[in-house]
Antibody
Framework: EVQLVESGGGLVQPGGSLRLSCAAS????????MHWVRQAPGKGLVWVSR????????SYADSVKGRFTISRDNAKNTLYLQMNSLRAEDTAVYYC????????????WGQGTMVTVSS | DIQMTQSPSSVSASVGDRVTITCRAS??????LAWYQQKPGKAPKLLIY???SLQSGVPSRFSGSGSGTDFTLTISSLQPEDFATYYC???????????FGGGTKVEIK
């Protein structure tokens, strides 16, 4: 079964750090571009970051640039999001998503992991 | 940055109704548009990609159309399981940033 499973969410104080993980299974992880998308409580979807298949190229939304770092370990079939200098407005469910080949769309999503930034 | 504007933000409809949701891009995006369905507490699900291509396993009552700046998602005959929030998403901007629309909630009338 093709699956993405996020972990690492939790409660963190403003200014703190957190690392999210996304474990992939059921497909050749190293062949796909991967993304992080977040959704604040009661709000819409917001694209956060993407990484190409071999990890050599990344891009970020302006709201997280310089604070978040996306990376991947293709040997471990795992995607990461290192989040530093966290702010209250980063509170959200974070989803990892696979960009489908030739789709320019996200065809597989994880279940999401909640990040709460609060003192 | 490309902005995506969906309308309406919510719609009330009955089972069997035809429902149309529109998405407008702030600049031309060719056909680089996708549609997703999201139910409460669940991850989004891809319905349509490349503006009009139906994702595998998605019922044929869902269809997409448009190119350039104006796009439409149509549900031809609303079913009980279709009550959800729908999002459009563009994938045209360089360097490969993606933008979602604000969402359209389809509610029971």
């Amino acid at each position: 079964e093709v699956q993405l499973v996020e972990s690492g969410g939790g409660l963190v104080q403003p200014g703190g750090s957190l690392r999210l993980s996304c474990a992939a299974s059921g497909f050749t992880f190293s062949s796909y571009w991967m993304h992080w998308v977040r959704q604040a409580p009661g709000k819409g979807l917001v694209w956060v970051s993407r990484i190409n298949s071999d990890g050599s190229s990344t891009s970020y939304a302006d709201s997280v640039k310089g604070r978040f770092t996306i990376s991947r370990d293709n040997a471990k079939n795992t995607l990461y999001l290192q989040m530093n200098s966290l702010r209250a407005e980063d509170t959200a469910v974070y989803y990892c998503a696979r960009e489908g080949s030739y789709l320019d769309a996200f065809d597989i999503w994880g279940q999401g992991t909640m990040v709460t930034v609060s003192s | 940055d490309i902005q995506m504007t969906q309308s309406p933000s919510s719609v009330s409809a009955s089972v069997g109704d035809r429902v149309t949701i529109t998405c407008r891009a702030s600049q031309g995006i060719s056909s680089w548009l996708a549609w997703y369905q999201q139910k409460p507490g669940k991850a989004p699900k891809l319905l349509i990609y490349a503006a009009s291509s139906l994702q595998s396993g998605v019922p044929s009552r869902f269809s997409g159309s448009g190119s350039g700046t104006d796009f439409t998602l149509t549900i031809s005959s609303l079913q009980p399981e279709d009550f959800a929030t729908y999002y459009c998403q563009q994938a045209n901007s360089f360097p490969r940033g993606f933008t979602f629309g604000g969402g359209t909630k389809v509610e029971i009338k």
